[in-house]
Each structure stands twice: as C-alpha cells, then as structure tokens.
C-alpha cells in the first residue's frame, strides 16, 4: 500500500506506540474472514495481528475518507464508552460528524424521523456493537470502514482495519493515526513534523478515576494560609439595664388623678 516509498512506511516510532497499547493481541477465536490477517497464535491461545496489514489498511481507510469532497457527510459512529471520546476528537480534528453513544434505528432509512441522515461513508468502531448502523448501511449503499479484531464479521464490512478493539488505548490510538493520516493526505500537516496533538486525548477516562485523580492532586496541594483575626472585647461605656430601671422609678405617672370629664359640652366646645 505504501508504493515502495519509505515516506509513506510504517516508522518504528508507530510500531512502538501499538505495541504499547496492545494493538497486535488479538482474541482467541478467528473468523474464517479474518485468517488472513493474523500473524501467528501464541501458546496461551490468543491470535497475534500483523501490524504491517494494519497498516497498509489504515492508509487505506484514509484514502477513501479524503475522497469525499464534503468532510462532513462521513459519520463516525462508536456505540461502546470506550470509543466514544474518540470519534469526538476525531470528528473535531478533520470536521466529519460523530455518533457517540445510542445509534437511533432508522437514522439512515427512515425519511420521516427527524434524525435521518443520508452519509456517504460510515467509520464504526466494532462491527458487533455497532450492527445496527452496518445492517442500515447495506439497505442505502452506504460503504463501511471497521476497526475488527481476529472475531469480529465482516459481513457488509468494506474496508477491515484489523486490531484490537476491546482495549481502551488501542482504540483510542488507532482513531489518532487516522486521524493524523486523513489530514497528513489532505495537506493540513506534514510527514517530517510530529503532530502536536498527543494521542492521550483521544484515550477514554473512567469518570470515577478521573474524580479520584482529582482528589489526590488537591491533597498534594498546600493548605491554604488562614488569616487569624483576633477579637477585641468592647467595653460597654453606660449600663442600659440601670437607665431603664431608673426612667421606670422616677418616671411613672398615675392616670387615676386625671379628672375624668363628664359633660363634653361644659366648656362650650363640640
């Protein structure tokens, strides 16, 4: 697939970066459609992938995702958690349109709903949890690019780019060097230069880990410096209790001397 140009081989830094993220472990049953792909099988039983195949197939999977002039009409679809901060990131990087989570039935067949969309091509992250969108692809003509392990069918599956998809990393590095090749093949970046985007964005987080990692950065952190304010006591200058004893002993009028007026017409007024 490279064409013989050394430019465009697998370099040992990407080889290290799937080894690392266990992208070559396999599963340890083979679909008959997936033979071909697999380097070897290890004594424990777990099939080994050749990762110069899935190399050459993600360059190609590349290839079919720039010849769509309308970046936006390739959807990127991932129904399992781990996948979905992914497609996100991979549809934020070279503009085509996620679908992270619950895929509505019917979004590609369907032209009442208000969800129906017609994509020229669909990039699923395991063909077994994301059959619905597949099966829908197949009634439009709509072709399909999977990310397979050594079990996974291929069945309605154009373009197999065989590695392990059950690991959180693996799959998050594998959208990444898509994504790096699908804009490398478009002009945006160069093939001398490292792409500054790290591919741990695209690696999924556990949210209870991530609130846990939190927690342990605040303790680490100092305590905050409390100012101490210290309270000086007022002194009272006057006795309020005494005042008011007092006005209440020399103060107090007695309302029976008052000569109560009999006639309201005595003193001539109305």
Not at 107 to 136: C, G, K, S, W, Y
Not at 244 to 250: Q, R, W
């Amino acid at each position: 697939m490279s064409g013989g140009l050394d430019i465009l081989s697998l370099k040992e830094d990407d080889i290290t970066k799937m080894l690392v993220a266990t992208t070559h472990l396999g599963s340890e049953n083979v679909n008959f459609q997936m033979e071909q792909y697999v380097y070897k099988r290890r004594a424990d039983g777990v099939n080994i992938i050749n990762l110069g195949k899935t190399w050459e197939k993600l360059q190609l999977a590349a290839r079919a995702i720039v010849a769509i002039d309308n970046a936006s009409d390739v959807f990127v679809i991932s129904s399992r958690p781990i996948g979905q901060r992914a497609v996100l990131k991979f549809a934020k990087y070279t503009d085509t349109t996620p679908i992270a989570g619950r895929f509505t039935p019917g979004a590609f067949t369907n032209q009442i709903q208000p969800a129906f969309r017609e994509p020229r091509l669909l990039v699923v992250t395991d063909p077994m949890t994301d059959h619905q969108p597949i099966m829908e692809a197949s009634y439009v003509n709509i072709p399909v690019i999977a990310f397979t392990n050594t079990d996974s069918p291929l069945r309605y599956i154009d373009i197999a780019i065989p590695c392990n998809n059950k690991s959180a990393h693996s799959i998050g590095l594998m959208w990444w060097l898509l994504a790096r090749e699908v804009l490398r093949l478009r002009g945006l970046i160069s093939r001398t230069v490292d792409w500054p985007v790290v591919v741990d964005l695209f690696f999924y987080r556990d949210p209870e880990e991530a609130e846990k990692e939190e927690a342990a950065a605040k303790e680490l952190l100092p305590p905050p410096k409390v100012e101490e304010v210290v309270d000086h006591p007022v002194e009272e200058t006057t006795n309020w209790a005494d005042e008011v004893a007092a006005e209440t002993v020399g103060g107090v009028e007695d309302w029976n001397e008052d000569t109560v007026k009999t006639s309201w017409g005595s003193d001539g007024q109305f």
